[in-house]
C-alpha cells in the first residue's frame, strides 16, 4: 500500500490561510469518509486534529478545517499563528486489509 | 485522564528481537483496538499493526507481517508488539495508539526508540 501524496512544505504569514492537499486512491481516500490529520510537534506524539475528513475533536480551534474531493483531501489552518508550526499527517482507511495508510508529511511553517 | 505508557525500545542487532509493551490507564482497555505506529528518525509515520479490543483480530502493514506479532493482555491493560528478524529499516520511534476508527487515534504514547545496528 503506498503513502498518500502531501506537499513536503507549505508556509504562511501570522493571520493568513494555508491548505495542505493529500492524495490518494480510489482505495483509500476515495474510497472512504475516513480521512483524518495529525499535528505533531519535534519530539512529541502526533495529536489528532480533523478526523472524519471534516470533523474536530473538542478541543482543537476551529481555525482548523478538512475537505475531500474525489481522492484528494486537504487542510485548511485559518488564522495562522505561531503554534501552528509543526510537521502534519494525512492518513486515511485504507480497507480491512491495509487499514491505515499516511501521508507523508507537510511541514508548516509560520513566516 | 488516559495514558499509554511504552517501554521495551534499545539498541538490537540485526536479524535480533525485541519486544515492546504498551501500559494503558484511565480506560477500560479490552474495549478498544489499539495499533503501533513508528516514525523512523527524520521520517513521517507508518502503521505497523493493530488489534482488536479482544485479541482475537490483528492486523499488519506488509513491511512487517511475518516478523512482528502484535498482542495484547486486557487483564494486564498492556499491548504487546514482538518483533524479530529485525533490520535497519526498523529503526524508529514505536508508539502505540488507542484507535476511535480507523484511521483515527485519540490518545498515544510518548514513543519507545528501537535502533537496528551492529
Known amino acids: 500500500q503506498s503513502a498518500l501524496t502531501q506537499p513536503p512544505s507549505a508556509s504562511g504569514s501570522p493571520g493568513q490561510s494555508v491548505t495542505i492537499s493529500c492524495t490518494g486512491t480510489?482505495?483509500?481516500?476515495?474510497?472512504?469518509?475516513?480521512v483524518s490529520w495529525y499535528q505533531q510537534y519535534p519530539g512529541k506524539a502526533p495529536k489528532v486534529v480533523i478526523y472524519?475528513?471534516?470533523k474536530r475533536p473538542s478541543g482543537v480551534p476551529d481555525r482548523f478545517s478538512g475537505a475531500k474531493s474525489g481522492n484528494t483531501a486537504s487542510l485548511t489552518v485559518s488564522g495562522l499563528q505561531a503554534d501552528d508550526e509543526a510537521d502534519y499527517y494525512c492518513s486515511s482507511y485504507a480497507g480491512s486489509t491495509f487499514l491505515w495508510v499516511f501521508g507523508g508529511g507537510t511541514k508548516l511553517t509560520v513566516l | 485522564e488516559v495514558q499509554l505508557v511504552e517501554s521495551g525500545g534499545g539498541l538490537v542487532q540485526p536479524g535480533g528481537s525485541l519486544r515492546l509493551s504498551c501500559v494503558g490507564s484511565g480506560l477500560t482497555f479490552s474495549n478498544y483496538v489499539m495499533s503501533w505506529v513508528r516514525q523512523a528518525p527524520g521520517k513521517g509515520l507508518e502503521w505497523v499493526s493493530g488489534i482488536s479490543g479482544s485479541g482475537d483480530t490483528t492486523y499488519y502493514a506488509g513491511s512487517v507481517k511475518g516478523r512482528f506479532t502484535i498482542s495484547r493482555d486486557n487483564s494486564q491493560s498492556t499491548l504487546y508488539l514482538q518483533m524479530s528478524s529485525l533490520g535497519a529499516e526498523d529503526t524508529a520511534v514505536y508508539y502505540c495508539a488507542k484507535i476511535t476508527t480507523y484511521p483515527t487515534a485519540d490518545y498515544w504514547g510518548q514513543g519507545t526508540l528501537v535502533s537496528v545496528s551492529s
Open positions: 472524519e475528513v471534516n
Open positions: 480510489s482505495s483509500d481516500v476515495g474510497g472512504y469518509n475516513y
